[in-house]
């Protein structure tokens, strides 16, 4: 790499630091280019040599702190054992219990991932492939041990468990929740929605 090249990346990283500290101790609306700019040590413009604005910071930001939840998901997830259900459980508390580390930044996350207005940049909630893989996964594991419908759309499955999971971000929005408060309203909607997935006994026929 140039010399160019190099401190353009080393501003990058400071300004990606400096964002991630601002967005969890002041909150991303407060939060401005500028007071990122002043606590990287750089200049406004070269902020913006970087990043077209503070959504492309936050999506570069919550990139990097998803892979490191995806890293331990991949260290873990083959280890969770029971049903599908307590499978399910434990793995969206792993989510709340990595999230809520950083409470306020995964908050302006959501917030940023649920802006469908025209021209927004962020990727919508629920276009995360990697998050749905790491689901139809463990959907895939109960069809093969027989606790799961493999009748039933899997992607409806996926989709209603991923609204209840943004749902439940509800209880941290306006409670300040913590991640078991989280993960048990969350235990009790996986719990309905297994109900509706779980292969029902056949009635044996008269003779």
């Known amino acids: ?109 959501i917030a940023a991932t649920y802006d469908w207005r025209p021209g927004a940049k962020a990727t919508p909630f629920g276009h995360n492939e990697r998050l749905k893989q790491v689901v139809r996964d463990c959907l895939a594991r109960g069809v093969a041990a027989g606790d799961v419908d493999p009748a039933i759309d899997p992607e409806l499955i996926v989709d209603t468990l991923l609204a209840a999971y943004a749902w439940t971000y509800r209880l941290a929005a306006w409670a300040d929740a913590d991640a078991d408060t989280m993960s048990h309203a969350m235990d009790r909607q996986i719990g309905l929605i297994a109900a509706g997935f779980t292969p029902r006994p056949q009635a044996s026929g008269l003779i």
């Open 1 to 109: 790499m140039s010399v160019r090249s190099v401190q353009k990346e080393a501003t990058r990283r400071r300004v990606l630091e400096a964002a991630r500290e601002l967005f969890e101790t002041e909150g991303y609306e407060e939060t401005t280019v500028r007071a990122i700019a002043k606590r990287a040590g750089v200049s406004v413009g070269s902020v913006f040599t970087s990043f077209q604005s503070k959504l492309d910071i936050l999506s570069e930001v919550m990139g990097e702190r998803l892979d490191e939840l995806y890293e331990e998901l991949d260290r873990v997830g083959h280890q969770l054992r029971g049903s599908t259900a307590d499978r399910l459980r434990s793995l969206f508390a792993l989510f709340f219990a990595f999230e809520t580390r950083r409470k306020r930044l995964f908050l302006a996350h």
